[in-house]
Structures are given as structure tokens and as C-alpha cells.
């Protein structure tokens, strides 16, 4: 009798464990979140919308680029609630005048400053976006407008030593530039005078994501840089640098994919958070 009690008890309990083995399995493949790591995401239109932010939390978010022409209580309140989901809000800000007229951009950053001192739901830190190839005369005077972005990042990092400040950059700032009597790539000066870089390599896959960015990635190893991967959702003319025509269950695999590819403290972004919340599965 005790035999057969052992023997329905022993089964009994291979049931459970397949069951649950068949739903942890289960909840795997079918798990559409980015749910291996912490992500970025860029907040372009300077609304507080609250819908939004739950997608974040829900997507595994834990820093928000948030861009704000103006301070006040509205983005404070903001701030107060990424914080209780434990998410960090950084000021995103970046018009490519600011290379060459330095005024404009110190500026903006006294008010920022101003709101730092004023409130106690602070940013965590400046997230420039300052792309120099913007300018309309990029083309004629690339050397000089590079140079002139190079020395924006030396003036910022000497003149607000305690600001956390971290740059967007394209994935093809490799133009040697003579800058203080030492010739550099572009990008290893924008490293050595940041906080953390973030690279804007808008492509469709994992390996290509990295490929694009095998230089910065291979440098902040090197500088032991925090650095976070871009990814586009927006729709785009080249379908090729988005993830908008495959959606974000392929999306999300191929981030997992890229999270196994790089370092662990290296983070991945999603550009941004209107057009990934309307991406369709």
C-alpha cells in the first residue's frame, strides 16, 4: 500500500514539474518585452503623457531622455513619478547653432541650473543631442564645424566640471581632427569629454546594430565609457536603419540578441517613445 502511495506521489509530481516547466517555457516565447535588460528611450515632444510612461516601466525602461524648452512645476511632477517607477529623467536638449554661438547654449544651461537649485525632483543629468551635420553648411565646411563641435564638448566639460552631460552621435564621426596639438577621430574626443555616449546606430538587426557601431563599441570598452546603443522605430524612408516595417516582437528579438553581443553595463535606447509605443507586434 505504501508502495503505491510513493508511486502516485512520485507521479504527481513529474505532472507538476512538467506543467510548470511547460509554462515558464510557455511565457517565454511568447514574452514581447525586452525583459533582459534595462533600456533608454528618447521623449521627444515635451508632453507629460502618463500612458507613456507606464509603456516605459512596462518595457523595462530605467532612463528617459526628456526634452524640455522651458523648466517648471509640470516637468517636476514628471520627474517625481519616473523616479517612484525607478526611472531616471535626463534633460534632452541640442540645436546644432549651438557650435557656433556658445552664448545660446550657456544659456539654456543656467536655466537648467536654475531648476536643479529650485526644485526637489531634479534631472539626473543633460543629454545633449547636438548634431553638427544639421547645419546647412555641413558640406562645405565639415572640418571646421567638427572642430568647432569638439571644442563645444572641451568648453562644457571645463566649464561644468559637477553636470553629468552625455552625447548623441552618429556612427560616422571617425574624421581626424587636430584639436590642443593632438590629432583624434571625432568621436574619441566627444568620449573624453562626456559622461557617457550614446550612439545613434539606427539599424534592423542585431548584427548589423553592432557592426555599424564596432568602433565606439570597441572604444568604450577601451575608455570604460558608458555607452548605450540607438535604435529607430520611427517611419523612415530607408527601411533598412528601422525596425518600423518589422515591428516589436522582431524588434525585441534582436535587442536580446544585441544585449548577448555587448558589454552588461551597456544599455540600449529606443528612438522614441511615441512612434515605439504606436510600433505595431
Given at each position: 500500500m505504501k508502495k503505491k502511495i510513493f508511486v502516485i506521489l512520485g507521479i504527481l509530481l513529474i505532472l507538476s514539474l512538467g506543467t510548470s516547466l511547460y509554462i515558464l517555457l510557455n511565457n517565454q516565447k511568447f514574452d514581447t518585452n525586452v525583459n533582459n535588460s534595462s533600456m533608454a528611450v528618447w521623449w521627444w515632444d515635451n508632453k507629460t503623457n502618463y500612458s507613456y510612461l507606464d509603456f516605459a516601466k512596462q518595457n523595462k525602461v530605467t532612463e528617459i531622455y526628456y526634452y524640455a524648452s522651458t523648466f517648471n512645476d509640470e516637468i517636476a511632477n514628471f520627474i517625481k513619478s519616473a523616479n517612484k517607477k525607478n526611472i531616471k529623467v535626463y534633460w534632452l536638449a541640442g540645436e546644432y547653432e549651438w557650435i557656433e554661438n556658445y552664448s545660446l547654449l550657456e544659456t539654456k544651461i543656467n536655466e537648467f541650473i536654475s531648476f536643479q537649485k529650485n526644485y526637489n525632483n531634479l534631472f539626473s543629468g543633460v543629454h545633449f543631442d547636438i548634431e553638427p551635420h544639421q547645419h546647412p553648411e555641413f558640406e562645405n565646411r565639415r572640418e571646421e564645424l567638427l572642430y568647432k563641435f569638439v571644442d563645444l564638448t572641451y568648453k562644457l566639460k571645463q566649464n561644468y566640471k559637477d553636470l553629468h552631460i552625455e552625447y548623441?552621435?552618429?556612427?560616422?564621426?571617425?574624421?581626424?581632427?587636430?584639436?590642443?596639438?593632438?590629432?583624434?577621430?571625432?568621436f574619441e574626443y566627444v568620449f573624453n569629454n562626456s559622461s557617457a555616449i550614446t550612439v545613434m546606430s539606427?539599424?534592423?538587426?542585431?548584427?548589423?546594430?553592432?557592426?555599424?557601431?564596432?568602433?565606439?563599441?570597441?572604444?568604450?570598452?577601451?575608455?570604460?565609457?558608458?555607452?548605450?546603443?540607438?535604435?529607430?522605430?520611427?517611419?523612415?524612408?530607408?527601411?533598412?536603419?528601422?525596425?518600423?516595417?518589422?515591428?516589436?516582437?522582431?524588434?525585441?528579438?534582436?535587442?536580446?540578441?544585441?544585449?548577448?553581443?555587448?558589454?552588461?553595463?551597456?544599455?540600449?535606447?529606443?528612438?522614441?517613445?511615441?512612434?515605439?509605443?504606436?510600433?505595431?507586434?
Open positions: 548623441d552621435i552618429p556612427c560616422w564621426l571617425d574624421d581626424i581632427i587636430d584639436y590642443n596639438g593632438q590629432k583624434k577621430r571625432t539606427y539599424r534592423d538587426s542585431a548584427k548589423k546594430i553592432y557592426d555599424f557601431a564596432k568602433d565606439e563599441i570597441e572604444y568604450a570598452k577601451l575608455t570604460n565609457k558608458k555607452l548605450t546603443l540607438g535604435v529607430e522605430t520611427q517611419n523612415v524612408n530607408d527601411d533598412s536603419i528601422t525596425f518600423y516595417e518589422e515591428g516589436k516582437t522582431y524588434m525585441n528579438k534582436e535587442l536580446a540578441t544585441l544585449k548577448q553581443m555587448i558589454p552588461e553595463n551597456f544599455k540600449v535606447a529606443i528612438h522614441h517613445i511615441n512612434s515605439w509605443y504606436e510600433l505595431k507586434n
